[in-house]
C-alpha cells in the first residue's frame, strides 16, 4: 500500500488541483481575487514567471499568474524519496541544465539563473560514463555505443543541405536508412534510442531530422550557436524549481498570483478574455497569456469559446507530445555498475533502457537510489500498468543486467504519471516529420489580438528545453508590453500553411483503368 500511495502522489496532484477550491497556505481566496487584470498568465512555469517578469521590467504590474498547483514551477517538480532517515530530493520533471556556456559565447540563462541563484549542480558524464549490457548481462559494446553517437552527429551534418536545398523533411529513421546507417542489433537499437528517444522522448519515426539536428545544435553545439556540450544535472535539496521560485520572489507581489485554481473554459472576443476555473473564480483580462502545455490542449482540458479556428487546432495537434518517464527505486545496498550511465540492450526497443545511479559519488553516495527513464510508447503503456506490475518489471530487467546476484526488492519506488495527469499531458514537445515552421508560427499566433499562446512547445529553436521555456515567455513579455504601451503590433501573426497535395491530386483525379490482359 505504501508503494500505490507513493507511486500515485503524482497524478493525485493533479486531480486534487481539480476536485478542490483553494487550500494551500499563502494561496489568494477567490472571495478576495479581483474580476479584472490587464494582463492575466495562465501558468506558473518557467514561460510564465519569465513572462510576468518582462512585463515588470517594462513598467506593468498589473498582472496575476493563475496556477493549478500550489505554487511556481511547472514541470518542474522535486519530490523528497526515499524511506526515512536515507531520503534525497529527486526530480520528476526536468533534471539538467543542458548546454552551459563555452568560454565567452552565448550563455544558457537556465545556466545564469543557476549560477545567479547558487543552484547545486553536478556534472552528468552523460557519453563517458557509462557501462553496456544486454540479455546476457554485461557486454562491453562501447565501441557500438560510440559509434551510435558518431552516426548521429553525421545525421545532424547531412540534414543541413536537406534543409538549404529545400528537401522535403524526413523523420530520422528515414534519414539512418538514407545515410546506410540504421540500427539492426539490440545492442545498436539500444545505442541508437540513448541518441535519440532519451532525448526527444520519441523514437526516430516520430522525430524529425532536420528540427532535430537544429535543435541538437542551437543547444549543444557553440560552432552552430550552440551553448555548450554540457549537461548539469541539478542535485539541489530545494529542487530545480528553486531557481524559478528565487526568480519570481525578486518582483512577484502576493496579490499578483493565485494558486490551486484550474482553468476550464477560456472565453475569447475582440474586447476582453474571461477565463472561468474549476474553483468557481472569473477574471477578465485585457489580455491573457497561454502556457499550458500542449498536451493539455490536445486533451481539450480547458474549453475555448468560440472554438478555436481550424488553423490553430491543426497547428496543436500537428506537433507531438512526448512523455519522459524516470521511473526511481532505492535498494538497501548498491549492487550496480560503478559509472554513472548505465545502458541495456533488450530484444523489444525501449525496454526499461538507460539507467542512472544517484548512489554516485557525485550525485548522492549512500542513497541507494538508481532510476531508469522510459520514453514515447513504453511510458504510455508503463502508466496502464500497477506500480507493482512495473516495479517487478525493472526488477527483472536488474536480474538479466546482474545474473550473477539475487537482485532484492526495492524498499522504497516511485514512478510518476506525466500522460495522465490532466495538468500536463506529457513531458514535454517534439518536433515530428510532418511538422512544419508554419504549424510552429501558428501554434504561436495570437487570437483577436487578446489571447496570446507560448511555451518550450512554441520555440522553435528549443522546443523541448527549458530555455525554449525561459526564451518564449520572455519574448511574449516584451510583446504584450508594447502591444499594452501602444508601441508595437498586438499579436503573432498566423500564417497559411503551403499545400504539398498535387502528386496526390493527381493520382486521385485520373481514369481508374483496366489493365490489358
Given at each position: 500500500m505504501f508503494l500505490l500511495r507513493v507511486s500515485w502522489s503524482f497524478v493525485l496532484l493533479g486531480l486534487l488541483s481539480i476536485l478542490s477550491g483553494v487550500f494551500a497556505q499563502n494561496a489568494k481566496s477567490t472571495s478576495t481575487a479581483p474580476n479584472h487584470t490587464t494582463v492575466l498568465i495562465l501558468g506558473g512555469g518557467m514561460t510564465g514567471v519569465i513572462a510576468a517578469r518582462t512585463l515588470h521590467e517594462q513598467g506593468i504590474d498589473d498582472f496575476i499568474i493563475l496556477d493549478a498547483q500550489a505554487g511556481v514551477g511547472g514541470r518542474m517538480i522535486p519530490e523528497t524519496f526515499g524511506v526515512p532517515g536515507r531520503q534525497s530530493?529527486?526530480?520528476?520533471?526536468?533534471?539538467?541544465?543542458?548546454?552551459?556556456?563555452?568560454?565567452?559565447?552565448?550563455?544558457?540563462?537556465?545556466?545564469?539563473?543557476?549560477?545567479?541563484?547558487?543552484?547545486?549542480t553536478a556534472y552528468n558524464d552523460l557519453y563517458g560514463s557509462i557501462t553496456t549490457y544486454d540479455d546476457s548481462?554485461?557486454?562491453?559494446?562501447?565501441?557500438?555505443?560510440?559509434?551510435?553517437?558518431?552516426?548521429f552527429a553525421q545525421a545532424t551534418v547531412v540534414a543541413g543541405p536537406q534543409l538549404l536545398n529545400g528537401d522535403v523533411d524526413l523523420s530520422l529513421r528515414s534519414a539512418y536508412g538514407l545515410m546506410g546507417i540504421s540500427p539492426k542489433t539490440p545492442q545498436e537499437v539500444a545505442s541508437n534510442y540513448y541518441q535519440v528517444d532519451f532525448a526527444n522522448a520519441q523514437s526516430p519515426s516520430q522525430t524529425s531530422w532536420i528540427a532535430s539536428a537544429w535543435n541538437n545544435n542551437f543547444t549543444y553545439v557553440p560552432?552552430?550557436?550552440?551553448?555548450?556540450?554540457?549537461?548539469?544535472?541539478?542535485?539541489?535539496?530545494?529542487?530545480?524549481?528553486?531557481?524559478?521560485?528565487?526568480?519570481?520572489?525578486?518582483?512577484?507581489?502576493?496579490?499578483?498570483?493565485?494558486?490551486?485554481?484550474?482553468?476550464?473554459?477560456?472565453?475569447?472576443?475582440?474586447?476582453?478574455?474571461?477565463?472561468?476555473?474549476?474553483?468557481?473564480?472569473?477574471?477578465?483580462?485585457?489580455?491573457v497569456l497561454c502556457t499550458f502545455s500542449v498536451g493539455v490542449l490536445q486533451n481539450s482540458d480547458v474549453a475555448f469559446q468560440p472554438p478555436l479556428p481550424d488553423w490553430k487546432v491543426e497547428a496543436i495537434n500537428s506537433i507531438e507530445m512526448a512523455t519522459?518517464?524516470?521511473?526511481?527505486?532505492?535498494?538497501?545496498?548498491?549492487?550496480?555498475?560503478?559509472?554513472?550511465?548505465?545502458?541495456?540492450?533488450?530484444?523489444?526497443?525501449?525496454?526499461?533502457?538507460?539507467?542512472?545511479?544517484?548512489?554516485?559519488?557525485g550525485f548522492f553516495p549512500g542513497s541507494n537510489i538508481i532510476f531508469v527513464t522510459v520514453t514515447g510508447d513504453w511510458?504510455?503503456?508503463?502508466?496502464?500498468?500497477?506500480?507493482?506490475?512495473?516495479?517487478?518489471?525493472?526488477?527483472?530487467?536488474?536480474?538479466?543486467?546482474?545474473?550473477?546476484?539475487?537482485?532484492?526488492?526495492?524498499?522504497?519506488?516511485?514512478?510518476?504519471?506525466?500522460?495522465?495527469?490532466?495538468?500536463?499531458?506529457?513531458?514535454?514537445?517534439?518536433?515530428?516529420?510532418?511538422?512544419?515552421?508554419?504549424?510552429?508560427?501558428?501554434?504561436?499566433?495570437?487570437?483577436?489580438?487578446?489571447l496570446w499562446f507560448a511555451?518550450?512547445?512554441?520555440?522553435?529553436?528549443?522546443?523541448?528545453?527549458?530555455?525554449?521555456?525561459?526564451?518564449?515567455?520572455?519574448?511574449?513579455?516584451?510583446?504584450?508590453?508594447?502591444?499594452?504601451?501602444?508601441?508595437?503590433?498586438?499579436?503573432?501573426?498566423?500564417?497559411?500553411?503551403?499545400k504539398n497535395a498535387q502528386p496526390y491530386q493527381s493520382f486521385l483525379t485520373a481514369p481508374l483503368t483496366t489493365p490489358s490482359p
Open positions: 530530493v529527486i526530480e520528476l520533471g526536468p533534471n539538467w541544465v543542458q548546454g552551459t556556456q563555452q568560454g565567452n559565447g552565448p550563455v544558457n540563462p537556465i545556466w545564469e539563473l543557476a549560477l545567479k541563484h547558487n543552484l547545486t548481462g554485461y557486454n562491453d559494446y562501447l565501441d557500438v555505443f560510440n559509434d551510435a553517437v558518431n552516426n560552432e552552430y550557436g550552440g551553448f555548450s556540450d554540457v549537461n548539469q544535472m541539478s542535485i539541489d535539496k530545494r529542487g530545480y524549481k528553486y531557481i524559478v521560485e528565487a526568480e519570481a520572489a525578486e518582483f512577484l507581489q502576493p496579490q499578483q498570483v493565485i494558486y490551486n485554481q484550474t482553468v476550464n473554459l477560456t472565453e475569447y472576443g475582440t474586447d476582453n478574455v474571461t477565463v472561468h476555473t474549476t474553483g468557481g473564480l472569473t477574471i477578465t483580462a485585457d489580455h519522459y518517464t524516470k521511473i526511481f527505486l532505492q535498494f538497501n545496498e548498491t549492487f550496480w555498475f560503478p559509472t554513472e550511465m548505465g545502458l541495456y540492450a533488450a530484444k523489444q526497443r525501449g525496454k526499461y533502457p538507460v539507467w542512472q545511479s544517484l548512489d554516485h559519488v511510458s504510455l503503456y508503463v502508466e496502464q500498468l500497477t506500480p507493482e506490475q512495473v516495479q517487478s518489471q525493472a526488477v527483472e530487467v536488474l536480474q538479466t543486467m546482474f545474473p550473477n546476484i539475487t537482485v532484492p526488492e526495492p524498499i522504497d519506488f516511485l514512478m510518476p504519471l506525466w500522460h495522465s495527469n490532466p495538468l500536463y499531458r506529457g513531458s514535454y514537445s517534439n518536433w515530428g516529420p510532418s511538422y512544419v515552421p508554419g504549424q510552429s508560427e501558428n501554434l504561436k499566433a495570437t487570437l483577436n489580438n487578446r511555451g518550450e512547445a512554441t520555440s522553435v529553436k528549443y522546443f523541448g528545453f527549458l530555455q525554449g521555456a525561459y526564451f518564449e515567455g520572455q519574448s511574449t513579455g516584451y510583446a504584450i508590453a508594447a502591444c499594452v504601451q501602444g508601441k508595437g503590433s498586438c499579436g503573432f501573426p498566423s500564417t497559411t500553411i503551403p
